[in-house]
């Protein structure tokens, strides 16, 4: 056990060294955009990715909201069960994040879709209609980055080898802390 320990941190901190931190650079002025146009963000994800995309709202939304940093409009599509069962059982498990965005998306808004594979159908669904409305679309993606890699205007990758869940979804929550604590800390230097 603790060989394996030691490899899963060696191959995390390896990883880590490989983030394009220009892509959070500009996912971070996207957010500031945002804030600044009242406009509102989506998050997505399945699974793990859908806990990485409460945990975003948390600390991107009430996190900073509450200390009056951001003021961004925010909101998980993973985060309401009897919405998500109903859509899943009515019309389809595809239609589970489409179906909340139709009629509500504005071509200002932003969607930050969380996917490892990048190919999840309900993910891929979402993000063609989030284009179709000329929303910009952040998508948030390990292994090959798929579909959604291909799709987004702005991606955050962690290239691994398929199915190396635990490592992918641990750099795209370490992306959120990034996003959140810089935030925390430009307030706390602008308040010098």
Same mark, same amino acid.
């Given at each position: 056990?603790? +060989?394996?320990?030691?490899?899963?941190?060696? &191959?995390?901190? &390896? *990883?880590?060294?490989?983030?394009? %931190?220009?892509?959070? +650079?500009?996912?971070?002025?996207?957010?500031?955009?945002?804030?600044?146009?009242?406009?509102?963000?989506? %998050?997505? $994800?399945?699974?793990?990715?859908?806990?990485?995309?409460?945990?975003? %709202?948390? /600390?991107?939304?009430?996190?900073?909201?509450?200390? &009056?940093?951001?003021?961004? /409009?925010?909101?998980?599509?993973? !985060?309401? #069960?009897?919405?998500? #069962?109903? @859509?899943?059982?009515?019309?389809?498990?595809?239609?589970?994040?489409?179906?909340? *965005?139709? $009629?509500?998306?504005?071509?200002? +808004?932003?969607?930050?879709?969380?996917?490892?594979?990048?190919?999840?159908?309900?993910?891929?669904?979402?993000?063609? =209609?989030?284009?179709?409305?000329?929303?910009?679309?952040?998508?948030? #993606?390990?292994? !090959?980055?798929?579909? *959604?890699?291909? *799709?987004? +205007?702005? &991606?955050?990758?962690?290239?691994?080898?398929?199915?190396?869940? $635990?490592?992918?979804? /641990? @750099?795209?929550? @370490?992306?959120?802390?990034?996003? =959140?604590?810089?935030?925390?800390?430009?307030?706390?230097?602008?308040?010098?």
């Amino acid at each position: 056990m603790i +060989d394996f320990a030691k490899n899963y941190i060696s &191959n995390l901190s &390896n *990883l880590l060294k490989d983030i394009d %931190v220009e892509k959070i +650079d500009i996912i971070m002025k996207e957010l500031k955009s945002c804030a600044k146009k009242k406009s509102k963000v989506y %998050v997505l $994800g399945n699974g793990g990715s859908a806990a990485t995309a409460s945990h975003i %709202v948390n /600390d991107l939304g009430v996190g900073l909201n509450r200390r &009056n940093i951001l003021g961004l /409009d925010i909101q998980s599509l993973a !985060d309401n #069960t009897p919405v998500l #069962t109903a @859509i899943a059982n009515d019309i389809g498990y595809e239609n589970i994040f489409y179906s909340q *965005l139709e $009629g509500s998306l504005n071509q200002d +808004d932003l969607v930050m879709a969380i996917s490892c594979s990048g190919n999840s159908k309900n993910i891929i669904k979402a993000v063609n =209609y989030s284009k179709d409305i000329g929303a910009k679309v952040i998508g948030i #993606t390990g292994f !090959d980055g798929g579909k *959604l890699k291909e *799709l987004a +205007d702005i &991606n955050f990758h962690v290239q691994t080898e398929k199915n190396n869940y $635990g490592l992918v979804e /641990d @750099i795209h929550l @370490i992306l959120d802390h990034i996003i =959140y604590s810089y935030f925390i800390k430009e307030k706390s230097i602008n308040e010098k």
